[in-house]
């Protein structure tokens, strides 16, 4: 008899125990996850960002063991900046972003460049026929800002048939006024990303589009990182750039499937499914597509855009290729 409450007191403790693990379980699991800000230079809410959102919808963060949390800065430079100064360890620009930051002392690098292709491409009407930026001349071109990698990709393209900014009429228009006069024939052309493209042939437009890399290979979108956190904290580096590109790679696979999960984790564009999905089309076309290896920065792409940003007085000098960069992260296995 005192064998069987013996064995009876045993068995409730064991049972009491293993009820309060399965309750502190998911409570310490969830303790162990890693918080992460990921600055991003405008709102994640926009398609550019397909593959930063896929990779939290499907759960890739998280399988790193990382919670991450998005948070929007005042574009590319202002995040290399924060990362800079330590308010962040990670943050989303364009792939030339570190040759800007760099001349103004901010330690940053690319540690992974989302496609070969470069996020700006110049698109004009149909009727205008425009099939050359040398037909650009005497005509109005719009551009997000005068400080953005739109515009630097348009003066490049220009510099290539001989035109400079003083040739075109080129309108600083903003996030919204770039795509919406060039859709309202304001403009003949805009140097735009495939989401404002989207937004022109949604409201009639009818457009050609001709990649800038015809002409000035400027880069796609880039994840930055500070040289002390690749430095002290590599590990955490190489789980965000893993986890990104895998949101990538599925945009890149299927973009209808990719469409139908980021919808329904950026409700915003719920009933706009045909518009994100031909957004993704078109990354796939122009941006993501023909990297050797995805996430891997062209050295020789880089330098020779370096060479344009110091001789149109963008940076007053040239920084060593290999502290604008590393391709660690994405060619570690």
């Not at 998005?70 to 995040?79: E, K, P, Y």
């Not at 109005?140 to 953005?148: F, G, Q």
């Not at 990649?211 to 400027?218: E, L, V």
């Not at 499937?257 to 409700?267: G, I, Q």
Request: proline content about 5%.
């Amino acid at each position: 008899m005192k064998m069987t409450r013996a064995f009876n007191g045993t068995r409730r403790a064991c049972l009491s125990l293993l009820a309060t693990a399965a309750l502190v379980s998911p409570l310490a699991a969830h303790a162990q996850m890693q918080e992460v800000t990921y600055l991003l230079p405008a709102p994640g809410t926009l398609p550019a960002f397909g593959p930063w959102m896929l990779a939290q919808a499907k759960g890739y963060y998280e399988a790193e063991g990382l919670k991450v949390n998005f948070v929007t800065a005042r574009g590319g430079v202002d995040v290399a900046k924060q990362i800079g100064a330590g308010n962040a360890v990670i943050g989303g620009a364009i792939g030339d972003t570190p040759i800007i930051a760099r001349a103004q002392g901010i330690p940053v690098k690319a540690v992974a460049v989302l496609g070969a292709g470069s996020l700006t491409q110049l698109v004009s009407h149909k009727d205008e026929k425009i099939e050359s930026p040398r037909e650009l001349k005497g005509k109005t071109v719009t551009v997000l800002a005068y400080t953005d990698t739109t515009y630097y990709a348009l003066l490049g393209m220009l510099s290539k048939v001989g035109l400079t900014k003083n040739d075109v009429n080129i309108q600083a228009a903003g996030p919204a006024g770039v795509w919406q006069q060039f859709a309202a024939k304001k403009a003949s052309a805009m140097a735009g990303v495939p989401d404002w493209t989207v937004s022109a042939m949604d409201a009639g437009a009818q457009v050609d589009i001709l990649p800038a890399d015809i002409y000035f290979k400027s880069m796609a979108q880039a994840i930055l990182a500070s040289d002390e956190t690749i430095a002290k904290n590599p590990q955490l580096i190489q789980k965000l750039v893993r986890a990104t590109l895998k949101g990538m790679k599925d945009i890149m696979a299927d973009p209808k499937a990719a469409t139908a999960v980021y919808v329904n984790h950026v409700p915003v564009h719920k009933g706009k499914e045909a518009s994100i999905q031909k957004a993704f089309e078109l990354f796939n076309q122009y941006v993501y597509a023909k990297q050797k290896v995805p996430g891997l920065m062209d050295e020789a792409r880089l330098g020779e855009l370096q060479k344009f940003y110091v001789s149109n007085g963008v940076v007053p000098k040239e920084t060593p290729l290999k502290d604008l960069y590393t391709n660690q992260f994405v060619l570690a296995k």
